[in-house]
């Protein structure tokens, strides 16, 4: 049995003061405000008993205990919140937070440490707000919040660290921490230093990732709403493009409808390229105007309550494809097609990816489009067939594309042909840019579409822009 004794009387300390907290905040009438949503504050987002919007405080215990079950014994862990980044001087970006300090916290908001061991469970080292901070920026959870709304075993204000952290540091094996958050407010600890300089410091994702990997059902729940969220916002942008065919009005239209139906903000940065720009993969200028039968990617995403969605449909706004466009389409088609149906565990993303790889350069062949060159494949597709995802859009890195899937993992699939307009292949096809990408979740008997709402079908999507959009317009 591992040895909890020597924190006792700090556990007794810390439980005190969730119990008094508890009391105080029972006989106050106004729902105490903590710096994000509660039950209490927003009932119409939490549920009881809920941390965040889905997500119970049973599942976020049963995260750390399997985190612990993986770290080594007598490791710790070291996740800092994500750093506010900063537009201008004075204007931050909105604040989104590390997805493993979220996953293990709960806590939306910056400045925090956590810290996870098999002899303090759960530590959170808390920033202290002064008067004039919540003037300007409003409440901002501390020791007491860690405690009574996080469930950490124990919690201490920030300024704490060099005292406790470092005895932690000190009293560990080896201690893991988030090179993407990482932060000074505890790399400059003597302590954290001396054990970086012997070797002992690694980063945490290795484990972090792997307990991701595998959804729940109530983060599947999130997952599948982003989804949904973002296929009925995809749907009214394609109605609006035949009315205003311009990549920027496009973008606004589907951040407005995401976040009209509960979604917080983009998972990306929507990629909408018109004519030639869908060639582009990661276009982001959105500044040009669809030209009359040219087609236009959109690869987009919301994110809901820390989850996010992927998707990506192409078609004509002007509500016909030509036989050119159509004839290329159609191998994209069929390569999600087949790739959707390869989709069951035990399959891995390299067999799905080298499946289309090799359906995807018999039809470039066929159309005149490979050369002999070994690369020209590379330069009409350079991507792979898709990404896991989660809590964000390229999640779980440290998960290779060789592991074989398993029920509870959500990944991509999005083949795709990109050819520029100075490629050299026949004219007709030049600045043709085609994707068609759905998010799937493994399941036990093989996969569900989370996608399958947005039509992908040409004649349904003609359907939709000549049916849908004349009625609207009538109307």
């Excluded at 087609?295 to 494809?321: A, I, K, N, Q």
């Excluded at 005149?368 to 590379?378: A, E, H, M, R, V």
């Amino acid at each position: 049995m591992r040895n909890f004794n020597g924190k006792l009387v700090e556990r007794i300390s810390s439980r005190l003061r969730y119990h008094l907290f508890r009391q105080k905040s029972f006989f106050s009438s106004k729902p105490h405000d903590i710096g994000q949503p509660t039950s209490s504050t927003h009932p119409h987002l939490l549920k009881e008993g809920e941390i965040t919007p889905g997500l119970s405080s049973d599942e976020y215990i049963w995260r750390r205990k399997k985190l612990l079950q993986l770290l080594p014994e007598n490791a710790l862990a070291i996740v800092a919140s994500a750093p506010v980044k900063m537009m201008t001087d004075v204007v931050p970006y909105n604040f989104r937070q590390d997805a493993d300090y979220l996953y293990i916290t709960g806590c939306q908001q910056p400045g925090g440490i956590a810290v996870l061991g098999h002899n303090c469970g759960l530590c959170m080292f808390m920033p202290e707000a002064n008067p004039y901070d919540v003037l300007w920026e409003g409440a901002v959870a501390g020791v007491d919040v860690a405690l009574d709304t996080f469930m950490a075993d124990e919690a201490y204000p920030k300024r704490s660290l060099n005292k406790i952290l470092s005895k932690m540091i000190e009293n560990s094996s080896q201690v893991f921490h988030n090179l993407n958050s990482s932060s000074d407010s505890y790399m400059s600890l003597e302590a954290f230093r001396n054990t970086a300089s012997a070797g002992k410091v690694k980063d945490f994702s290795v484990y972090s990732h792997e307990a991701r990997w595998i959804k729940s059902e109530a983060e599947i729940n999130l997952i599948r709403s982003s989804a949904s969220i973002a296929c009925q916002a995809l749907l009214q942008t394609m109605l609006l493009s035949k009315l205003s065919p311009h990549e920027g009005i496009l973008a606004a239209k589907f951040e407005y409808e995401c976040k009209m139906r509960g979604a917080q903000r983009m998972a990306f940065n929507p990629v909408v390229g018109g004519g030639s720009n869908g060639s582009v993969i990661h276009y982001s200028r959105n500044d040009q105007k669809i030209h009359d039968g040219d087609l236009v990617l959109m690869d987009v995403g919301c994110e809901l309550h820390g989850y996010v969605s992927d998707l990506t449909r192409t078609w004509s706004p002007c509500g016909r494809f030509s036989s050119l466009q159509e004839e290329l389409y159609s191998l994209v088609l069929e390569t999600n097609e087949e790739c959707l149906k390869l989709c069951k565990p035990g399959m891995s993303i390299r067999e799905i990816h080298n499946y289309s790889v090799g359906k995807l350069k018999k039809g470039f062949k066929e159309l005149g489009l490979l050369k002999s060159d070994p690369q020209s494949y590379n330069l009409l597709n350079p991507t792979n067939i898709g990404h896991f995802l989660g809590m964000d859009v390229h999640d779980c890195s440290k998960i290779g594309y060789d592991r074989p899937l398993k029920p509870g993992v959500v990944i991509t699939i999005e083949p795709g042909v990109y050819i520029s307009s100075n490629y050299d292949v026949p004219e007709r096809y030049r600045g043709l840019g085609i994707r068609i990408e759905d998010e799937v979740l493994i399941t036990e008997s093989g996969y569900e579409v989370l996608t399958a709402s947005v039509p992908k079908e040409t004649k349904h999507l003609e359907s939709l822009l000549n049916n849908l959009t004349n009625g609207a317009h009538n109307d």
